[in-house]
């Protein structure tokens, strides 16, 4: 389906962006794990980044999760 990303496609994507390690690539797979069932949306994704870089509990800092925005956008454009 168009304009959305599921499981497989989207931890294809993290291994490609070089700041992302492992443990945190796990830990993406993880949050996004329930909004990759039905396919990540572009609202999705700009809602899940959002809550992520306010959280200052989290294992990324602002700089990776953007990161991540721009390449999955790249990906649902």
Same mark, same amino acid.
């Given at each position: ?23 945190? =690539?796990?830990? +993406?797979?993880? %949050?996004?794990? *329930?909004? !990759? ?24 800092? =602002?700089?990776? +999760?953007?990161? %991540?925005?721009? *390449?999955? !956008?790249?990906?649902?454009?």
């Amino acid at each position: 389906m168009a304009g959305r990303i599921y499981r497989y496609e989207f931890n294809e994507i993290l291994k490609k962006i070089p700041d992302i390690s492992t443990e945190e =690539r796990a830990y +993406l797979n993880q %949050v996004f794990q *329930k909004d !990759l069932i039905d396919g990540l949306t572009e609202f999705d994704l700009r809602q899940k980044i959002n809550s992520l870089s306010y959280n200052q509990e989290d294992q990324l800092d =602002r700089w990776e +999760l953007e990161s %991540v925005k721009k *390449k999955i !956008l790249e990906r649902l454009a």
